[in-house]
């Protein structure tokens, strides 16, 4: 299986402002995705991001909001940008493994004042 | 597009009693059925999964079926534990290679 690292594992923020998060992964992989996880909730997908392009957004997640980057096929991040209290979830980075298995990370539990 | 529902919300059961969790889904096309285990302050974690060329799947205490025909798939737990406490979701991976989850079930285990 895959072993992802996510940080920062917390943090709480101000509104206005933007918060990257890192994902690294410790082998190579094709497929990573973030999703947001409001409290209570379920998983909602944000986007899929693609190693040398733009990330491809789902239905209400747009790039100036969460611009995504995927440098190389270990490391993946996502910008919250210009955070209000409506922002504040888990973002969870996932990856597909052998077998279209996903795995995630531990999530960053963000919280918006 | 692909749509799941997941039932109950919540279930509450004695120690060493049997949970069942039920998820329907709507496109006929996806073939791949995980169920994750999220316990507080953790991301999910992938405990069994089922694919459609398959009707059951055990490992240990769990299991999966899955009803191709009605479009259902149940995760079941035996004799279960304190330890078993927490947020259950299933998914499906629908022709587009995404996953969609259901709504999550939160299981308590009463010692």
């Known amino acids: 299986s895959a072993v992802i690292s996510q940080k920062p594992s917390r943090d709480i923020c101000q509104r206005g402002t933007s918060l990257t998060i890192q994902c690294q992964v410790d082998?190579?992989?094709?497929?990573m995705f973030w999703y947001r996880q409001q409290p209570g909730q379920s998983l909602t997908l944000i986007a899929t991001?693609?190693?040398?392009?733009?990330?491809?957004?789902e239905s209400g997640f747009v790039i100036d909001k969460f611009p995504i980057s995927r440098p190389n096929l270990t490391f993946s991040t996502l910008t919250v940008s210009n955070m209000s209290p409506e922002d504040s979830s888990i973002y969870l980075c996932?990856?597909?493994?052998?077998?279209?298995?996903?795995?995630f990370g531990a999530g960053t539990r963000l919280s918006v004042l | 597009g692909e749509n799941v529902e997941q039932h109950p919300s919540t279930l509450s059961v004695q120690e060493g009693d049997s949970a069942v969790i039920k998820c329907t889904y709507s496109?006929?096309?996806?073939?791949?059925f995980p169920w994750y285990k999220q316990e507080l302050g953790k991301g999910p974690q992938l405990i069994i999964d089922i694919r459609s060329n398959v009707g059951e799947k055990k490992d240990q205490r769990i299991a999966v079926t899955l009803n191709k025909t009605a479009k259902h798939f149940s995760l079941h737990i035996t004799e279960t534990q304190p330890e078993d406490s927490a947020v259950y979701f299933c998914a499906a991976r629908d022709s587009s290679y995404k996953l969609i989850f259901g709504s999550g079930t939160r299981l308590l285990v009463r010692p």
């Open positions: 991001a693609n190693q040398g392009s733009e990330a491809t957004y």
């Open positions: 496109d006929s096309a996806s073939n791949y």
């Open positions: 082998s190579q992989v094709t497929m």
């Open positions: 996932s990856v597909e493994w052998e077998g279209n298995i996903q795995y």
